[in-house]
């Protein structure tokens, strides 16, 4: 299959473009098109090294779109709607795969009037920050992207959970679970070979797009789970 990662110069898409590009074409899009030159050549390189073919190449992200038969979004949320745009008019018909995750660094408001010790309240100890999923109006950001694309474009949403680095580094096994979204079980089930692809990797398929919502938000959950636990590249598996 031809899959175009747009974003793919950045830090999920290294390994999408890595892990996959072992058994499909990848076509890598960029805002700028020598950077995207510059990143697949740099992953060719990787393939070689682990003994696999050099099938990555660069490109324009409209240019990317509209060469591949899959299109990963993997960009972040407040990115999406000029590239969604961008690529509107070269999307019909084809497979659309979001892993946008939704989501900001908060803090916790100390009401003046708290039982909190001042001293408590501005030691390094009293750390009040943390990730949280910012709900999109539509509910998700996969159903965001539902309203930014052509009626006969399909759209599944999936790897919410994957951390980038584990993802680009092929000596890892990757024992996950990897929640699935989407209307059509067909394009699903393409999402489903897709994981599988990925070494231990293991597809579950959650419900219709409606259900992104849940899975987008565990994501802020993981890296609140990692920061203040001394664990790193935490991610997801049902048991
Ligand atoms: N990082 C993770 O572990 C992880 C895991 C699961 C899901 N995700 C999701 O994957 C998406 C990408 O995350 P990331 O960490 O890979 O992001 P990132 O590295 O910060 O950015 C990805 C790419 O977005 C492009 N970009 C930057 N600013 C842009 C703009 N204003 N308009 C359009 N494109 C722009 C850049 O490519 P060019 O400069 O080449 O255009 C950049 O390489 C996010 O939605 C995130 O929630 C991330």
Request: aromatic share 8%; net charge negative.
């Amino acid at each position: 299959m031809i899959i175009a990662i747009l974003g793919g110069t950045g830090n999920i898409g290294k390994g999408f473009a890595l892990r996959w590009g072992q058994k499909h074409e990848i076509i890598i899009g960029s805002r700028d098109l020598k950077k995207a030159e510059a990143v697949a050549a740099e992953y060719n390189e990787v393939l070689e090294k682990y003994g696999h073919k050099r099938c990555i190449t660069g490109t324009d992200n409209r240019t990317a779109a509209e060469k591949a038969e899959i299109v990963v979004i993997a960009i972040r949320y407040n990115q999406l709607a000029p590239v969604m745009e961008l690529i509107y008019p070269v999307i019909e018909n084809k497979l659309i795969i979001s892993v946008v995750v939704p989501m900001e660094k908060n803090m916790c408001y100390i009401s003046p009037g708290s039982n909190y010790p001042r001293t408590l309240i501005e030691s390094k100890e009293f750390n009040t920050q943390y990730f949280c999923f910012s709900i999109p109006e539509a509910g998700s950001a996969a159903q965001e992207i539902f309203t930014m694309i052509p009626e006969s474009t399909e759209l599944v949403a999936a790897f919410h959970s994957v951390p980038a680095k584990k993802l680009a580094n092929l000596d890892m096994e990757l024992d996950y679970d990897i929640g699935v979204c989407g209307n059509s079980m067909h394009s699903k089930e393409i999402v489903f070979d897709l994981v599988r692809n990925i070494s231990n990797m293991r597809p579950l398929d959650i419900g219709p797009l409606e259900t992104a919502g849940m899975v987008e938000s565990l994501t802020p959950l993981l890296i609140n789970v990692a920061a203040r636990n001394e664990m790193k590249d935490v991610s997801l598996k049902f048991v």
